[in-house]
């Protein structure tokens, strides 16, 4: 779905992106993870086109995403962590901007609304709305369009416990064969049983790029334990209850996945972690 080439990005004082390469399949819903500064929101923002590359392409379903063609625009929604809606009710937004999406569905978008509990269309006045709220109806919008790519940048940013727990939910419930969501996050936890695919960029490279079934088949995650040795384990952390820690999985045995645990130990231990899964950071999936 998703074909990134050679990819060339910096801002005036910092290079984000040199001869950057990936491509996504579509059908899954993607974990991008990184810390600060490592690209992921400048990532996303180059997959839609919204910033040009210096150098490379992107291309998604065949087409040139910096041509920003109608055709191309119509099939992808950004939710950036950043937004803003205008002071109109919700009847009204959607006029204006559903006949932009041809597979927009007014039924969708109600169901999706009844998700985060939110009242009936007619009654929403965007300017009235709380920015939890705004998010629950930008996101229920953005889901309601069909687009086959669905970005999503820090999503659960601003929502309230409840949410987060619905937030869940209302995703899984709107996923079909033909459609691709990519999550960047820092808020794991909120997301780590939705994810599917896990992606982990750090200083222009792919530290991670595999599914969540292949990650957990070959590493085991154990929690809460007090007898691991740390000689045994790829990554090891305190917790309350004892210790975290990521280990081989020789005996094929079921775990959890927990991203965070996950996450720092591919940063703590990248050449380990990036050999199990062969990536030469120019990864096809």
């Known amino acids: 779905m998703i074909k990134i080439e050679?990819?060339?990005?910096?801002?005036?004082?910092?290079?984000?992106?040199?001869d950057f390469s990936m491509n996504l399949s579509g059908g899954k819903i993607y974990g991008l993870l990184g810390k600060n500064g490592a690209g992921k929101s400048t990532l996303l923002y180059l997959m839609t086109g919204l910033l040009q590359p210096q150098k490379g392409k992107i291309y998604f379903k065949g087409e040139n995403v910096s041509k920003r063609y109608p055709s191309t625009l119509q099939d992808i929604f950004i939710v950036s962590e950043e937004f803003s809606l205008p002071n109109i009710p919700l009847q009204r937004y959607i006029k204006l901007n559903s006949p932009f999406y041809p597979n927009f569905s007014n039924e969708q978008l109600v169901e999706n609304l009844k998700h985060f509990e939110l009242d009936s269309i007619k009654d929403i006045n965007l300017g009235a709305l709380s920015m939890g709220q705004k998010k629950k109806v930008f996101m229920s919008?953005?889901?309601?369009?069909?687009?086959?790519?669905?970005?999503?940048?820090?999503?659960?940013?601003?929502?309230?416990?409840?949410?987060?727990?619905?937030?869940?939910?209302?995703?899984?419930?709107?996923?079909?064969?033909?459609?691709?969501?990519?999550?960047?996050?820092?808020?794991?936890?909120?997301?780590?049983?939705l994810i599917e695919h896990i992606i982990i960029l750090e200083n222009n490279k792919t530290l991670l790029n595999a599914s969540a079934d292949d990650i957990c088949d070959k590493l085991y995650f154990a929690t809460g334990v007090r007898d691991v040795k740390e000689e045994d384990a790829l990554y090891i952390s305190p917790s309350i209850q004892g210790y975290n820690a990521l280990l081989m999985n020789k005996d094929n045995n079921e775990s959890l996945l927990n991203l965070e645990t996950l996450f720092n130990a591919t940063l703590s231990n990248s050449e380990r972690i990036t050999s199990l899964f062969h990536l030469n950071n120019n990864p096809n999936i």
């Open 6 to 18: 050679n990819l060339t990005f910096r801002y005036k004082r910092k290079a984000i992106f040199s």
């Open 141 to 193: 919008f953005a889901l309601a369009s069909n687009t086959s790519l669905l970005i999503m940048d820090e999503p659960t940013n601003g929502l309230d416990i409840p949410g987060k727990s619905q937030f869940k939910k209302f995703i899984a419930s709107n996923m079909t064969d033909e459609r691709s969501v990519i999550i960047s996050t820092h808020q794991v936890q909120d997301v780590e049983k």
